[in-house]
C-alpha cells in the first residue's frame, strides 16, 4: 500500500473570532499527508523553502519527504486568513506563493510507482502533467479551486477527464458546470470520465455520486469549529487514507473511506492548524467513525398500508 | 390512531422559472394533511371562505374537515408568491389574510382528543390556546415563522415549553435563539423542555436533536425541484402521520419518520401544489424509503491499525 500527494506546504497566519495564530504549519500536502498516515504510508511531492524547520512533524508520522524539493535561498509559501463568526468563508488576507510560485513537482522513480495519488490543489497542467508520469496508478484523486475554474477551465476539464475521482465543494461544481442543479451538474462533471465525484458540504456533510448511485452523509455535530483550515484536505487525506489501506477499491469501500474523511475533518476543525489531527488515536478515529454509524442508523420498516 | 392539524388553507399563486399557477391548493394544513392521510386518520382545524371549493381534494383522501369552519361572506386567504433558479427562497407577491386575520381554532369535542397533533404556523398565543385544549394528546409538535420570533418570541418560547417536538428550519434555530452554531442553539432549545428538535435545511436535508441523541439524514436527490412550495408542511405531515400509525413513540419510530416526512417531502417540489402527493400510492412513498436505506448505508468495519 503506498499513496502519493502533490501540493503544497505552507505556513499559515490565521485569526478567527476565537484566536489567533503567527506561524502554523499548512498547505494541501500536509493536512492530507498527516491525515492519511494514520491509515497507510503516504509520501509527499512538494516544495519548501530555506526558513522551513517542520519536517520533524511528517518525520514523526512516518510520511516519505524524498520528493520535497528545498530551495535554500527561497521562502516557503505563506498564506494569511481570518475568519468571521461564520466560519464556512474564509477571508484571504494574503498569498506570498515565494517558492511556490515556481513549483514543478519532480517525482522519484518510487513515486512514480505509487499506488493511489492524490493531486492537491494545483495549476492544472500541473496536476495533468504528475498523472501522465503515473499511467500505472490504480485511483487518481483531484481537488481543485474556483481560481482555476475561472482562468484555466478548459485544461483543468482535460485534467478531470483523466482522474478517477474529483473531490470538490459544491459551490465548485456548479461553477465548473454552470448548472445550478447539483444533482445535475454532478451527472455532468461524471460524464466527462471520473468514476466518482465527492461533493464535499462543509457543516452539511458530503455526498458520494458515481454514475450509477448515490451515497451521502452528514458532517460529525460540533459545537464549536476552531480553524476550518485545511478541512478539506485532511477529508481528502483521510479518504485515499483508508482506500490505501484496503485491497478493493469498490463502492463498499469508498463509503467507508467517505465516513473516515469526514472524521478526520470533524477533528480537524478543533484546534489550530494540524494540531489536533497529528496527535490522534486510531481509538479515536474509529470511536468517531462509530458515532457515525449510531448517527444515521434507522430501521428499515416500510409502511404497511392499514387499508 | 388519531392526528389532528391545525393551520392555514389558502389559495397559493405561484411562478416558478419552469411555469405559474394561477390558484392551487395550499396552506400549511392542506399540505400537512394530504402528506399525512396517507399513513393515518387526520382531522383538520381551518377556516375557509365563500369561495373555498376544493373540500373534494380532502373527502378524497379521507381526511376529516368537521373543524373546518366556511365563513361565507368572507375569502379564503390567498398568498402569491415567486421562485427564481434558487429555489430554496420564495419572494412573497401578496399575502391576503382575509378570513385567516381572525382565525380562532374551534376544536370540536372529539378532536380534544386526538393522540397527536400538529400546530402548523400560527400566531403562538393560538398555538398554546389549542394545546391547552389538548392536556391528554401523546405527542404534540409545532411548526412556526420568523414572523413570530421578530414580533412574538416571548410567547413563542412559551408554546415551545409546552410541545413535545419543534420542527423548524436552521434559520430559524439560529434567530430563535440568537447562537450561530447549530448544535448549540439545538442545545439550547431542547433545554427549554421539548423532548425533540427537528431541523429542516432543504436541499441538504434535516436533523432529529433529542437530549441525548443526533440523526441526520441527506435529502433525497432530485435532479428539479419544480415547485417547493409546502415542503415543509409535507415533511411534518409525513413524520407525524407515520407517528400516528405507530403504537410506540419512541426514538427508532421517530428517526423512521423522519424517513417519511423526507420521503413526502421529496415527492412534493415535483409538481405545482399538492399535485403530486395526492395520487402518491404505497408502493411509491415505500420505494423510496427504499431508496434512502441505500443512499445512506455503509459497512460498520472499523479501522484496524496497521502497525
Redesign the interface.
Known sequence: MSLLVVGSVAYDEVETPFGKCEKMLGGSASHFSISAS??THVDIVAVVGGDFTDGEVFESRGIGTRDVERISEGKTFRWGGRYE??LNVAKTLYTDLNVFADFRPKLSEESKHSRLVFLGNLQPDLQRGVREQMPDAELVALDTMNLWIDHTRDSLVRTIKGVDVVIINDAEARQLTAI?????AA?EILSWGPKALIIK?G???A?LFTPD??????AY?????FDPTGAGDTFAGGFMG?LS?QETLDE?AM??A???GSVMASFNVEEFGTERVKRLT?AE??DR??AF???????????E??V
Chains 1, 2 share one sequence.
Open positions: 494514520f491509515f463568526y461564520d445550478p442543479n447539483l444533482i445535475k451527472r458540504r457543516e452539511y456533510g455526498a448511485s448515490y451515497f451521502a452523509i452528514p455535530p460540533l459545537e464549536s469549529v483508508y489501506s463498499s463509503r467507508r467517505m465516513i473516515f486510531h478515529i474509529n467513525f462509530h454509524k449510531r448517527m444515521t442508523h434507522f430501521d428499515e420498516i416500510p409502511f398500508a392499514k
